[in-house]
């Protein structure tokens, strides 16, 4: 062969190659799985959350940040309180993690519960400690509607107000629980929690409890979690763990259990690639991510696994998702002075709202069901704004008003009150002159 013909086919090949390598990486394929950069340690009893984009898993005694867009973790401030299988929420980018377990009474032979009530902010690195919990305890699942932490176990139902760091009793459950090592998600302000083979699901709104669809195959200490309707379909899944029943040798499963709550059916979706029970779970731009957990619930180490499932229908807004926040229109009070401590509350939403409430000079917010009166006001200066969330989650606000609340005006009335006594003395003095020349006459 001559060396014009090898240098042809060299330069052939190289473009070749060149065009092969430059060719467009096509997307993720829908119900896939693909493996991630393992968390760098990991522990038994992990806990996920999403904020701004990335995954938070913390623990006992780690809180790692992880960034899909570049799949790399980095280390992050641990919990105050140490303890494992909590479970935690996330509100406006901030994550609260609740409950669990924090040691073991080793004179009772008992595990030690917790009530613990902690928020990290990522966009500090710093957390803070909150009202505790009213019962300590563990296997709970935590979802979050409307401003609210819905924490919710075998019997109790407990619910935790974010705005004003206070707890309430809300509704125990209808129906008993087949098994523990349960979790929760919510879809259109609906919490689904998810137990062996039950679908049980709350209506914050009507305060009632019902049963869905039994899922295809029952599993305990799953991942359970929702995908928003924004990039895919809305649905409640459940990845993972075990048809043991959570027993002494109870294996992990790959399973990957789809719900779709506007029909109440299940279906199954591709299994994960590494079959496990205990996992984590979060979404992140509607792609969900399994990591930690145990291939089974003796003899097995805590896992590193870190896979990301993306769903059925990607790419594509769910035909019911509504991303539009609700309008506010704010009436009274306006930018004035007023003189009197109460003043009226009078707004218009164009939607159904599910929740409002108002906040005043930055304090804690008051919750309305409608126009109302703001009462107590001090003299001086305070600023309004309306909050509206509407039946799909999205949250709009007014216009925040500026107004004064002024003394009552004491020097002006007093002379009114002057005035219109000289008024009458003067109009019963008229009368009686007229009456006196009247009798002379």
Known sequence: MSRSIALLLSLAFIVTQFMTAA??????????????????????????????????????????????????????????????????????????????????????????????????DPSTNTWKKLKPMLTNRSDISASVVNGKIHIIGTDIHEVYNIHDDSWTIGKPMSFPLLAYGYSSAVIDSKIYIVAWNQTHIYDPKSDSWSLGASTPIPVSNGGVCATTGVMALKRVHVIGGTTGEGGMFSEGTAFTQVYDPSTDTWILGEPMPTARLGLTVAVVHDQIYAIGGSTSTVFSPSLGANEQYTPLGYG??????????????????????????????EFSVNESAFWMHYKIDDETITEVSGNTTVRGLSPGSHHLTVYVFDEAGNSGMSETVFFTVEPFPLVPVAAALVLVAIVVVAAGLLVYLKKRKSKAG
């Open 316 to 345: 594509t807004p769910d035909p019911t998702y509504d991303g539009a926040a609700p309008e506010v229109a704010l009436l009274s009070p306006k930018n004035q002075s007023y003189y009197e401590s109460s003043v009226p509350l």
């Open 23 to 120: 060719k467009p990486v096509s997307p993720t394929s829908q119900d896939s799985w693909q493996q991630k950069t393992p968390i760098p340690k990991t522990e038994f009893g992990l806990r996920a959350a999403s904020s701004n984009g990335k995954v938070y898993v913390i623990g006992d005694s780690i809180n790692y940040e992880y960034d899909p867009a570049t799949d790399k973790w980095t280390e992050k401030t641990p919990l105050p309180t140490p303890r494992t299988y909590f479970q935690i929420a996330t509100y406006e980018n901030k994550i609260y993690a609740i409950g669990g377990r924090s040691g073991w009474n080793q004179k009772e032979q008992r595990t030690i519960l917790s009530g613990a009530n902690e928020v990290y």
